[in-house]
Nanobody, 124 residues
């Protein structure tokens, strides 16, 4: 079992930056694949980025490549999403997710644990 709590979402101007954090409970954080998803109003939840258990491998969806970076700190049970060059279309609730597996995945249904989400609003 792992519990996830996101933070860092806020209102920002287009072109600005934010860093989201997701703090995980438990002593087995390093055994989980971690990911970020987002959901805009009226849209389905979509994959943003995932990171391997050691942090060696990452996967980012095409729309955020070069702008967003996922990272993790296993010593502090935290995963981050650094978001630069933000656009209004990045506006969404951002969710942290975890799954006990070896491979990075883009499918929300494959993740077992979810945080409550943090709102990111990008003003034009």
């Amino acid at each position: 079992q792992v519990q996830l709590v996101e933070s860092g979402g806020e209102l920002v101007q287009a072109g600005g930056s934010l860093r989201l954090s997701c703090a995980a409970s438990g002593r087995t954080f390093s055994s989980y694949i971690m990911a970020w998803f987002r959901q805009a109003p009226g849209k389905e939840r979509e994959f943003v980025a995932a990171i391997s258990r050691s942090g060696t491998h990452t996967l980012h969806t095409d729309s955020v490549k070069g702008r967003f970076t996922i990272s993790r700190d296993n010593a502090n049970n935290t995963v981050y999403l650094q978001m630069d060059s933000l656009k209004p279309e990045d506006t969404a609730v951002y969710f942290c997710a975890a799954r006990g597996d070896f491979s990075l995945g883009r499918v929300a249904a494959d993740y077992n644990y979810w945080g409550q989400g943090t709102q990111v609003t990008v003003a034009s």
